[in-house]
């Protein structure tokens, strides 16, 4: 089910990286707790947050124009900058997310 942009997928990963959080600071003499605690961060701020705060309101926004095929034209096309940059931030958090984990787990 999906509501506003958020399915179960998206409430599955935010899960699963506030339990590596929790983790991370349960553990903090861990050699990986920072990077752990890194990825979480990463992940939550730079693209779970930027969707609620993002990509949500935008397509909302969209959603309203729907009936009128000229307005919503319209309204993409105004917030296709905003779009892009929230999909690079998106893309940019996600790379230094996985980049953490992947130093995380090195022996």
């Not at 861990?30 to 990509?55: C, E, I, K």
């Not at 397509?59 to 917030?79: F, G, I, K, W, Y």
């Amino acid at each position: 089910m999906q509501q506003n942009g958020i399915n179960s997928k998206s409430s599955q990963r935010v899960l699963v990286f506030v339990v590596l959080a929790i983790i991370a600071l349960l553990d903090w003499s861990a050699a990986h707790s920072p990077y752990l605690l890194g990825a979480a961060v990463a992940y939550l701020g730079g693209t779970w947050v930027a969707m609620v705060r993002g990509n949500v309101p935008l397509n909302n926004r969209l959603a309203e124009q729907a009936p009128d095929v000229s307005a919503a034209e319209a309204v993409r096309t105004d917030d296709v900058e905003r779009w892009t940059c929230l999909d690079s931030r998106h893309a940019g958090a996600s790379i230094l997310s996985a980049f953490l984990l992947l130093l995380a787990i090195r022996p």
